[in-house]
């Protein structure tokens, strides 16, 4: 299992509650939690991106620029730069994610976000597109930017955009594992899971228990399939509470739902509701989650990582066996608690794995 944090670059910390957060959105903050987390067992870090205030982030730093000075503070992190198409053009994310691969060694990554706050691109003059026909815009999107970072000449005729032999130079860094930086993507709807077969490296999920992740699996996988291409790499959404006692975790939990910002988390979910309602089936993300689940803005709680060390490492490992790749965690009081996930998690996840039989991980 690899390990990814929410970078807390926007204000608010990782719960729209009023309970205390050692957490700071601060550059000089995220900078030292990105050099904790690496020397702490993380692979990845996911800067997030949101264009003005909402549903309790006041304020908010740029995801790319943040991304790079992050990427710059350390040595082997990983740093994911969420972005939405329809306010960035491919080109000038292929050109800036080239510059920031080299300059990081290959570190660079990006999250291509189709969009659920309607008010930002209204508010920034831009056209809001229903449901499905953002995630056909993000569709096109990643096609244009893989051409871009891997052909010499890149053509692209479609529906949002007209690239005209376009050539990027220098290009990113490339091997045979990594043959440009990795693209992620997120989103629980159909046409998500149909467009993470098709063309993602990575797809992410909200939080889930064992059957939600079970049936993300098996519809991600069918569309690659559908399509002759290997099915992007799994990763899920989870808040992380680890304490001494199963006790001090649940009591940690109702803490914070118990003092919830109840305006904005009903208006976040009216908003991811809304946002979710135009998918042609009816399953966009968040359509289930109850009160308590939007605490956590991505569902984190669901995933069940609350207990001890043992019980949240033993949970973790369950989700390995299922085929989950990747981790994406937030938490309350980041950088005590990432220490404490390096000292005290993160060994028994080890030792979990160690004993796991060979191709004990489904679909491996």
């Known amino acids: 299992m690899r390990f990814?944090?929410?970078v807390p670059n926007v204000s608010g910390g990782l719960v729209t509650s009023r309970i205390e957060q050692r957490t700071d959105w601060s550059y000089e903050y995220n900078r030292d939690l990105a050099v904790l987390a690496e020397e702490n067992g993380f692979d990845y870090a996911l800067s997030q991106v949101r264009y003005m205030a909402s549903y309790g982030a006041e304020y908010q730093h740029e995801s790319t620029g943040f991304s790079l000075a992050l990427l710059l503070a350390t040595q082997r992190l990983k740093v994911i730069a969420a972005i939405h198409p329809g306010l960035w053009h491919p080109g000038v994310l292929a050109k800036f994610g080239a510059t920031a691969d080299h300059l990081s060694g290959g570190r660079f990554a990006v999250n291509v976000v189709s969009?659920?706050?309607?008010?930002?691109?209204?508010a920034l003059g831009e056209p809001w597109l229903e449901h499905d026909e953002r995630y056909r815009r993000s569709e096109e999107f990643i096609r244009a930017l893989r051409a871009i970072w891997t052909e010499d000449h890149a053509e692209i005729a479609g529906d949002f955009y007209r690239i005209r032999d376009f050539s990027l130079k220098p290009k990113p860094l490339n091997s045979a594992e990594r043959p440009h930086p990795e693209i992620f993507q997120g989103g629980n709807s159909t046409a998500a899971r149909a467009m993470a077969g098709r063309v993602s490296d990575w797809y992410f999920s909200n939080g889930r228990d064992f059957d939600g992740v079970l049936e993300q699996l098996a519809d991600v996988r069918a569309s690659a399939e559908s399509v002759g291409r290997r099915p992007p790499r799994f990763g899920l959404n989870g808040f992380l509470v680890a304490r001494d006692t199963?006790?001090?975790?649940?009591?940690?939990l109702r803490e914070i739902v118990a003092k919830a910002d109840v305006e904005a988390v009903h208006g976040f979910g009216d908003a991811v509701r809304q946002a979710g309602r135009s998918t042609a089936d009816g399953k966009g993300m968040w359509q289930d989650s109850t009160f308590e689940d939007l605490v956590q803005y991505n569902d984190g709680f669901r995933t069940g990582l609350i207990g001890t060390p043992e019980q949240v490492a033993e949970r973790i490992v369950a989700y390995r066996r299922l085929g989950v790749d990747l981790l994406l965690l937030g938490f309350l009081h980041y950088q005590e608690e990432v220490e404490y996930f390096g000292r005290r998690v993160l060994p028994l996840v080890r030792e979990l794995e160690s004993h796991l039989p060979e191709h004990a991980v489904l679909g491996s």
């Not at 969009?115 to 209204?122: D, P, R, S």
């Not at 199963?246 to 940690?252: H, M, N, P, S, V």
């Open 4 to 6: 990814a944090y929410w």
């Open 246 to 252: 199963e006790a001090e975790a649940r009591e940690t």
């Open 115 to 122: 969009g659920w706050f309607k008010g930002e691109f209204t």
